[in-house]
Nanobody, 118 residues
């Protein structure tokens, strides 16, 4: 299983970006049952969980991004999205996706850089 994250870039404060995490190497039924998260790591800080979506499409968000970010899952494309609105300089970080199967395996993508200028 491989995860490919993309969609990062440079944006001004108040702008939007949509990150994508494409999961390859898994059969569709495995993807359906995956729990997938977005994490981020800013320079000098620990990696933190930003948003999560489970196999039942239940979502959760860190308080810092609630009401600004939306995580969604497209089973047909085996892709998870993170729509980020009203971005703040504090959102600057490398964003990673993580997928976990029902058997407990965990996979990470390579990360995509998001930079928000003030």
């Amino acid at each position: 299983v491989q995860l490919q994250a993309s969609g990062g870039g440079l944006v001004q404060a108040g702008g939007s970006l949509r990150l994508s995490c494409v999961v390859s190497g898994s059969i569709l039924s495995v993807f359906w049952n995956m729990d997938i998260d977005w994490h981020r790591q800013a320079p000098g800080k620990q990696r933190e969980l930003v948003a999560a979506i489970n196999s039942g499409r239940r979502t959760m968000y860190a308080d810092s991004v609630k009401d600004r970010f939306i995580i969604s899952k497209d089973n047909t494309r085996k892709t998870v999205y993170l729509q980020m609105n009203n971005l703040e300089p504090e959102d600057t970080a490398v964003y990673y996706c993580n997928a976990r199967t029902s058997s407990g395996e965990s996979f990470w993508g390579q990360g995509t850089q998001v930079t928000v200028s003030s």
